[in-house]
């Protein structure tokens, strides 16, 4: 299946500060799928980019998928204590989807 | 509406005994995916069945790691034999159908506890 590797696998921010997340592949990817699992809770998506250089925004949330389709990004812009999680993302092999190890995000008052 | 249930939320047995666990999707949606989580890791693919084909099992850890989905929606994921390794979070999602990768909406899961 198509490997994703995630960066950084924990991030400490005091709130107000930015935050950005990482997902890193060797080969072509078909898509990228984002979700964010708060403490204790399931995975909830968030969004799907599937085309080359594409940039997609929620809010505070920027989402990015590289020119080769090869890495993608989210970034969120002055984190709030709401935005406390891990966030992972996830690539299909056919339909199995091969999630990263995330990015444990803790957002200090 | 309802989202993805699952069932026992959780779970503690002796090594060696058998465990069921159970997945109810949402309903209309015609694919359904088991994932497993141990502490501090992330998600690992271990079965996928979409419609009436034939499942994708290439998740499967081992031989005593099946699962089954009656009238394409229950689906229960039976361990056997179960080894303390196999602690963890088991989690089912769904998704509709559409052309496309579609989102996976996911259950709260089942936390399995090996003594």
């Known amino acids: 299946g198509q490997q994703v590797m995630q960066i950084p696998q924990y991030q400490h921010v005091q709130e107000g500060e930015d935050f950005t997340t990482y997902c890193n592949s060797s080969?072509?990817?078909?898509?990228i799928q984002w979700y964010k699992q708060r403490p204790g809770g399931h995975p909830v998506f968030l969004i799907q980019?599937?085309?080359?250089?594409e940039v997609k925004k929620q809010k505070r949330l920027t989402f990015q998928f590289g020119e080769a389709k090869k890495n993608s990004s989210l970034h969120i812009t002055a984190t709030q204590t709401t935005d406390v999680g891990t966030y992972f993302c996830?690539?299909?092999?056919?339909?199995?989807?091969?999630f990263g190890k995330g990015t444990s995000l803790l957002v200090t008052p | 509406g309802a989202g993805v249930s699952q069932s026992p939320s959780n779970k503690v047995t002796e090594k060696g005994k058998d465990v069921e666990l159970r997945c109810d999707p949402i309903?209309?949606?015609?694919?359904l995916y088991w994932y497993r989580q141990s502490l501090g890791q992330g998600l690992e693919f271990l079965i996928y069945?979409?419609?009436?084909?034939?499942?994708?099992k290439s998740g499967l850890p081992s031989d005593r790691f099946s699962a089954e989905r009656t009238g394409g929606s229950v689906s229960t994921l039976t361990i056997q034999r179960t080894q303390q390794e196999d602690s963890a979070v088991y989690l089912c999602?769904?998704?509709?159908?559409?052309?496309?990768?579609?989102?996976?909406?996911f259950g709260d899961g089942t936390r399995l506890s090996i003594l």
């Open positions: 080969t072509t990817l078909s898509n």
């Open positions: 309903s209309g949606h015609t694919a």
């Open positions: 999602a769904s998704s509709p159908p559409g052309v496309g990768n579609q989102p996976q909406h």
């Open positions: 069945f979409q419609g009436n084909s034939a499942p994708d």
């Open positions: 980019l599937v085309k080359s250089g």
């Open positions: 996830g690539s299909n092999s056919g339909y199995a989807l091969n």
